[in-house]
């Protein structure tokens, strides 16, 4: 985790004179930050361009997780503080708000900034090592979120594509069914015309007359079919055919 160190408030506000700025400096140190804050608004009223009671308000306001006020404070702080020992560190402050909010380009910027004042300052530049870091793995995991979102847009207008051509075969294949029962119904009527011409046909058939064939006759046929069947039969069998031997290799 990035070390979000705030500097102190006690050694910038030691020169000054306003007893607010004192009394919230003593606020501060108990952990009142709210208290704190009111009595270095109360500074500022006095004195707007102080940049120890703009400084300090940014502390309070920090403590109590109010980032953006906060870095408008630091910021207000840079523009009006006499040594570059207080913008160095309202630099890495502002690093610090805008890490918090995870806006890690924005921090990167600022820590550098406060390392150019102060290059010695470790904090500074365990946090800006830390930032760099933290902005390289979100970069990553957006080109995979990119990368996953793409392959899930290609693969949905697959499934979509499929889902068309699903629909249209399903729409072929009832149009095919419609045509089938088209002319399922056309050969229909047509069979039971065709059927209706036959049995008018049979009707005007002439009755079959009895056969002439007499007794004899129609044993010695029904001998001949019979022999004949045993011929078929006995030719269905050579059919079959026989095993054929399978040869040695040696």
């Known amino acids: 985790m990035a070390a979000l160190l705030l500097t102190g408030v006690t050694?910038?506000?030691?020169?000054?004179?306003?007893?607010?700025?004192?009394?919230?400096?003593?606020?501060?140190?108990?952990?009142?930050?709210?208290?704190?804050?009111?009595?270095?608004?109360?500074a500022l009223e006095q004195n707007a361009q102080s940049a120890v009671g703009s400084y300090n308000l940014g502390n309070s306001l920090y403590q109590q997780k109010r980032f953006d006020d906060a870095r408008t404070q630091y910021a207000n702080s840079l523009k009006t503080a006499d040594n570059s020992r207080m913008k160095a560190e309202a630099d890495y402050n502002?690093?610090?708000?805008?890490?918090?909010?995870?806006?890690?380009?924005?921090?990167?910027?600022?820590?550098?900034?406060?390392?150019?004042?102060?290059?010695?300052?470790e904090d500074a530049r365990y946090n800006l090592a830390y930032a760099q870091a933290m902005l390289k793995k979100q970069q990553q995991d957006n080109k995979d979120n990119k990368d996953n979102k793409d392959k899930n847009k290609d693969k949905n207008k697959d499934k979509n594509k499929d889902q068309h051509k699903d629909q249209n075969k399903d729409q072929q294949d009832n149009d095919k069914k419609?045509?089938?029962?088209?002319?399922?119904?056309?050969?229909?009527?047509?069979?039971?015309?065709?059927?209706?011409?036959?049995?008018?046909?049979?009707?005007?058939?002439?009755?079959?007359?009895?056969?002439?064939?007499?007794?004899?006759?129609?044993?010695?046929?029904?001998?001949?079919?019979?022999q004949e069947e045993k011929k078929l039969q006995d030719k269905a069998r050579k059919m079959k055919g026989q095993p054929v031997p399978v040869e040695k290799d040696w």
């Open 11 to 42: 050694a910038l506000a030691q020169n000054g004179t306003n007893k607010f700025i004192r009394k919230g400096n003593e606020l501060y140190q108990k952990q009142l930050f709210s208290d704190a804050e009111a009595n270095y608004k109360k």
């Open 178 to 226: 419609d045509q089938n029962k088209d002319q399922q119904d056309k050969d229909k009527d047509k069979n039971k015309d065709q059927n209706k011409d036959k049995d008018q046909q049979e009707q005007q058939k002439p009755e079959p007359q009895p056969s002439k064939m007499n007794k004899q006759e129609a044993e010695r046929l029904l001998q001949a079919l019979s």
């Open 94 to 121: 502002i690093g610090n708000t805008f890490m918090e909010a995870k806006k890690w380009e924005e921090s990167i910027k600022s820590y550098k900034q406060a390392l150019k004042i102060n290059p010695a300052d």
